[in-house]
């Protein structure tokens, strides 16, 4: 079993957290609201997913150097117009040892980015992946049969990523198409995946797209 750094206590972070739980590993989750550190340590609950109770192999903090402590793989689950920001805080506590996985989706509003090009722009030399749907947090924290995608450069990565997740309710696909630094392939399909699961509008839909707002988080 692995001890696993989560940053960002929103339904998917915690979703993610709660399923690698139940499969025995150790959970470090960093949170921004002091509030919800509280109610995920003391109460056992998150707020985004209120049926679920929290494994106590699941602990809040609002610190980044404790989460990230002896963590074997980090996942990054930030909205996506938080992530830059987000990584600047954490990136001086990252081990050459420790893998980055980007769960989550959009683009940098600024820059027009992708996410996994934000995560080499500030950590360029950093094992990195990317875990991508279909799935959703009820799904995964509840352990409804599904399946995600991850990609990464590396066969090493990808292979330790795939035997994190797998499971009997878990089917993990694998890509390296993160090879083809100008491929967005994944980032659109998962926006579009949002788009069709949030019943925006055909204009809505395109507005977003074309201006990379982040409706989704």
Known sequence: MKKIAIIGSGSWGMALGIYLAKMGNDINVWAFDEEEKREINEERKCRYLPNITISEKIKCYSNFEEVLEDAEIILHVTPSKFTRETLKKYKEYVKDNQIIVMCSKGFEANTLMLLDDVVKD????????????????????????TAMV????????????????????????????????????????????????????????????????????
């Not at 030399?125 to 409804?144: C, D, F, Q, T």
């Not at 399909?189 to 507005?207: D, G, I, M, Q």
């Open 122 to 145: 500030e950590l360029p030399n950093v094992k990195y992946a990317s875990l991508s749907g279909p799935s959703h947090a009820e799904e995964v924290s509840n352990g409804i049969p």
């Open 150 to 217: 991850v990609a990464s450069e590396s066969e090493e990565v990808r292979k330790t990523i795939i035997e994190l997740f797998r499971s009997s309710s878990m089917k993990i696909y694998a890509t390296d198409d993160l090879k083809q630094k100008y491929n967005v392939d994944m980032p659109i399909v998962e926006s579009v995946y949002n788009v069709l699961y949030n019943n925006l509008t055909v204009e809505e839909a395109v507005e977003n797209l074309m201006t990379r707002t982040n409706i989704f988080e």
